[in-house]
């Protein structure tokens, strides 16, 4: 079992930026793949990125490629997420995910979720 607390999550002006925080507590968090998702309102829940255990291997989603960074620290057992240069289309509650699966792009991949955190992007 892996519990996973979102932070960071804030009203930003557009251009600016803001890095996302989620801290796992329960086993084994380095051997976890995990992932940040986003939903905005009446839209379904979109894949923005995803670290494999060690870090070695990341994807973005098309859509945030350039501006936003992942990263985690197993030390710590928090992975991150560097967004710059935010527009109004990022707004949205950013949920963290993990998995004991192969890093995926996928919802469905992941078993275990945070609460999320709203981040609001102002034109």
């Known amino acids: 079992q892996v519990q996973l607390v979102e932070s960071g999550g804030a009203l930003v002006q557009a251009g600016g930026s803001l890095r996302l925080s989620c801290a796992a507590s329960?086993?084994?968090?380095?051997?976890?793949?995990m992932g940040w998702f986003r939903q905005a309102p009446g839209k379904e829940r979109e894949f923005v990125a995803a670290i494999s255990w060690s870090g070695g291997t990341t994807y973005l989603a098309d859509s945030v490629k350039g501006r936003f960074t992942m990263s985690r620290d197993n030390a710590k057992s928090t992975v991150y997420l560097q967004m710059n240069s935010l527009k109004p289309e990022d707004t949205a509650v950013y949920y963290c995910?993990?998995?004991?699966?192969?890093?995926?792009?996928?919802?469905?991949?992941?078993?275990?979720w945070g609460q999320g955190t709203q981040v609001t992007v102002s034109s």
């Open positions: 329960g086993r084994s968090f380095s051997s976890h793949s």
């Open positions: 995910a993990a998995t004991r699966r192969v890093v995926t792009r996928t919802r469905e991949g992941y078993d275990y």
